[in-house]
């Protein structure tokens, strides 16, 4: 009995060490290999429940024009993304094939914009870099300076892939 | 009881001597319980405390950290040595060193706690996105192994808490087609997922603490739908999505599974019937998600049998296992819909004073007769 508890323990902590590893590598992986970009962003706003305050961001990007009328709610798109010679990245396509590799994309899945729209035309793109994580006080702070101009920037890595790790925000 | 030995002794069933023992003993069993009481309670205050603590100083992201952000795998590390040493530390108090096993208990608690805690440093250490349903299901995944095995109720608690939270996160992250996905299809998959997990024949024969608790919130869960059910229903639902009906298919093939694999014995028939009643509640989900017209009265006349069904269940098991808890749900329940319906009904079309007397005197007369019954069942319990 005592065994097969400790063997129990045991076999748990190794469940525990593979996930926060396997959580860690992933987001390495796309830190290390991927190309840093600067993406044009508005901030939204407030809290995590476990995580505490954060920068909720919109993107430039993350609106999908109205004549996209093929793409569904929860499909993934791939953005196309253009970088000009201050490293900011705009898009040139939205496609629903992953383009191929060589070029820099943007992986992502369309949603509302507003939750609860009942609208079929309000369609958005989460690109799974919209929480900007900040010292507790500081995000009231940091989307006031935002807002006041006009817009900041994201600081993205992206990797071939197209998975996308939010690295940081500033100003314009 | 101390009335009941003083009874013996005046009946001459036992001495003198032996009822002033018995009396002493009783008083002092009393007093190790109420102190071993007030160390759970202690122990548990402490290790949520603690994990509190943890969780909002790392929210805080505060100025400490910054010399762990310094290096972003120190704060992983960090947090990922406190939580194994707390699980650990707890196993070996637990196994080793039986002097604290109320200690060794609240060490694992809060290591379950610790090791969410460890995920959202991860989160936002790299950005993911906040309220993340993913980080939900992991930790559920995480801790799930540890109520089972360690038996701990507020582990099972918080299990319980995780799972929801993942549907609800989970549904939130996707573009929703309906308002009713909120009011009638996340309780019915939470209450149908909870009540099938309970049901899975390892845990229902293993675990049945466990079992019950997941059953009570799946089927409160699950009331409170029908009860909206009786009240409103929306001409179509439709919604034709792989998330919607894959969920419902799933949690289908899982209870026939339950079923398929059950053993024999006395509670196994009960199983019988609740993985059939889940079926056909699912069933009907499914023909209602697909359905491109719905008869609204044939759904409000559904839900009201299957509250009736519910509440049977309730009141069947409770009295079969003798369990006042699932008694007093299944009272509350028939109160509930007794109230619904007494309001929505005579309120339109009963004279007001006779609404209020009438009103008060069924519901006088419900509750003296399921008190009457509780409390004979209370004494058979006292007795055996």
Redesign the interface.
């Known amino acids: 009995m005592k065994e097969n508890m400790e063997k129990s323990a045991k076999i748990i902590v190794i469940f525990w060490f593979l996930i926060i590893a396997l959580f860690t590598i992933s987001q390495e992986i796309i830190l290390q290999k991927g190309r840093e970009v600067l993406l044009k962003t508005v901030p939204v706003d407030p809290r995590d429940i476990t995580r505490g305050e954060y920068v909720n961001l919109s993107y430039e990007i993350s609106r999908l024009p109205s004549y996209k009328e093929n793409f569904h709610y929860n499909d993934t798109v791939y953005a196309k993304l253009d970088v000009d010679s201050k490293n900011i990245a705009s898009v040139s396509k939205f496609e629903q094939t992953k383009p191929q590799l060589g070029n820099l994309f943007i992986k992502g899945k369309v949603t509302r914009c507003n939750g609860f729209s009942t609208s079929t035309k309000d369609k958005c793109i989460k690109f799974g870099i919209e929480s900007y994580f900040v010292k507790e006080g500081e995000a009231r702070k940091l989307e006031y300076a935002l807002q006041n101009k006009d817009w900041g920037y994201a600081r993205v890595v992206i990797d071939k892939n197209g998975n996308a790790v939010l690295i940081g925000v500033e100003g314009r | 009881m101390e009335n009941r030995i003083l009874k013996w002794q005046k009946d001459g069933l036992i001495t003198e001597d032996a009822s002033r023992q018995m009396l002493a003993e009783i008083k002092e069993e009393k007093i190790k319980l109420r102190k071993t009481r007030i160390n759970i309670t202690i122990y548990t205050i402490a290790a949520i405390l603690l994990g509190l603590g943890v969780?909002?100083f790392?929210?805080?992201?505060?100025w400490i950290l910054e010399l762990l952000n310094s290096n972003r795998?120190l704060k992983?590390i960090l947090m990922?040595l406190v939580?194994?040493a707390s699980?650990?530390g707890g196993?070996k108090l637990?196994?080793e060193n039986k002097k604290f096993p109320k200690l060794a208990n609240a060490l694992i608690v809060l290591s379950s706690i610790l090791?969410?805690?460890?995920?959202?440093v991860?989160?936002?250490?790299?950005?993911?996105?906040?309220?993340s349903s993913l980080?939900m299901f992991?930790w559920l995944?995480?801790i799930l192994?540890?109520a089972y095995?360690f038996k701990s109720y507020a582990i099972n608690v918080l299990s319980i808490i995780l799972m929801i939270l993942t549907i609800i996160f989970f549904y939130?992250?996707?573009?929703?087609?309906k308002?009713l996905v909120w009011t009638i299809f996340i309780p019915v998959m939470c209450g149908s997922l909870l009540y099938t997990v309970a049901n899975i024949p390892v845990v229902l024969n293993k675990y049945n603490d466990f079992s019950l608790c997941y059953k009570i919130v799946g089927s409160v869960a699950i009331y409170f739908t029908l009860i909206v059910l009786t009240c409103s229903v929306e001409k179509s639902y439709q919604m034709l999505?792989f998330?919607y009906l894959a969920p419902v298919l799933a949690v289908i093939v899982l209870n026939v599974l339950n079923y398929a694999f059950k053993k024999d014995g006395k509670e196994n028939d009960l199983l019988y019937k609740e993985s059939f009643a889940g079926i056909i509640l699912l069933s009907f989900m499914l023909a209602a998600l697909l359905a491109p017209v719905i008869n609204s009265s044939f759904v409000i006349f559904l839900a009201n049998v299957a509250i009736i069904v519910l509440v049977a269940f309730g009141f069947n098991y409770g009295y079969k296992f003798e369990n006042e808890n699932i008694i007093s749900v299944a009272n509350w329940m028939l109160t509930i819909y007794v109230a619904v319906n007494y309001c929505r009904w005579g309120w339109n079309y009963m004279n007001k004073s006779l609404f209020f007397i009438f009103g008060g005197v069924v519901l006088l007369v419900l509750g003296m007769y399921l008190e009457k019954k509780k409390k004979a069942l209370a004494g058979l319990g006292k007795e055996g």
């Open positions: 969780i909002t790392i929210s805080a992201n505060d795998f992983i990922s939580t194994f699980f650990m196993v637990k196994e090791i969410g805690a460890t995920y959202s991860i989160g936002q250490i790299y950005n993911i996105n906040a309220n980080l992991i995944l995480s192994p540890l095995i939130g992250e996707l573009s929703l087609d308002f999505s998330y």
